[in-house]
């Protein structure tokens, strides 16, 4: 039995929270320059290579790359044999997230509840999604997910008969709802299955996987592909100026449901696509 204790965690989260807002992933970066090569409008390269620049600049300085520094949500896989001494998870990320935020000189965007809109202060509470696993070691994938783009997230349960025709026509329905409000070019999270709140989840979940890794089955690697061919040819382009980027990316989990059902859920993430891992 492995034991992590509750400080380790706290100061692990905090720099989670400082890193993830001022270091975008390679993973992202990299797509912004396939991009910027790619894309044909001069607006849209003006566009990303202003967020080369801007991702540039943060990283530099160590300033948050967007005045929206995000909602922290976590997916924890947490090994059956790993215990946590001193206190407990949820109490260690969340001291975490307000020691990192509050050192990092990050926004608090979170409110007590939405009657009273008053701020926490700290960017807490976190979200915080567990997995139990096999083993004893403990993950924790975080990312600091804008409000915009989670704003023009949306959900639907389609009819079986609507096929895949239907889901795809729903998915590049909410992408041209969102237009520029979401902040693209996006990432694309999509969860197919499930039911009505675990197909939210398979979206969100999505998310945390990096820019470029395509999905282990070949029939939703695919349809990430479609997808994100489909996606760009609606020529919102780089922070809805127009152009061939609206999204950089199109994440798919797929899983299952009940005969009458066809869950699917659209979780935006904009180009400030924040992630980061650690395993203790
Ligand atoms: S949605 Fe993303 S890019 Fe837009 S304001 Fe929020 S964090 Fe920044």
Redesign the pocket.
Known sequence: MKEIHYQAIVEEVSEMCKRANYDLGDDVYTAFKKALSAEKSETGKEVLTQLIDNADIAKAERVPM?????TAVFIVELGQDCHITGGSLIDAINEGVSKGYGEGYLRGSMIYNPLNRKNTGNNTPAIVHIELVEGDELTLHMTAK?????NMSAMKMLKPSDGMEGVKDYILSIVKVAGPN??PPLVVGIGIGGNFERCTYLAKKSLFRSVGERNEDSAVAELEEELLNEINRLGIGPQGMGGSTTALDVKVEVESCHIAALPVAVNLN???SRHQTTTF
């Open positions: 967007c005045q929206d520094t995000g804008g409000g915009g783009a989670e979401a902040c904009c180009h400030a």
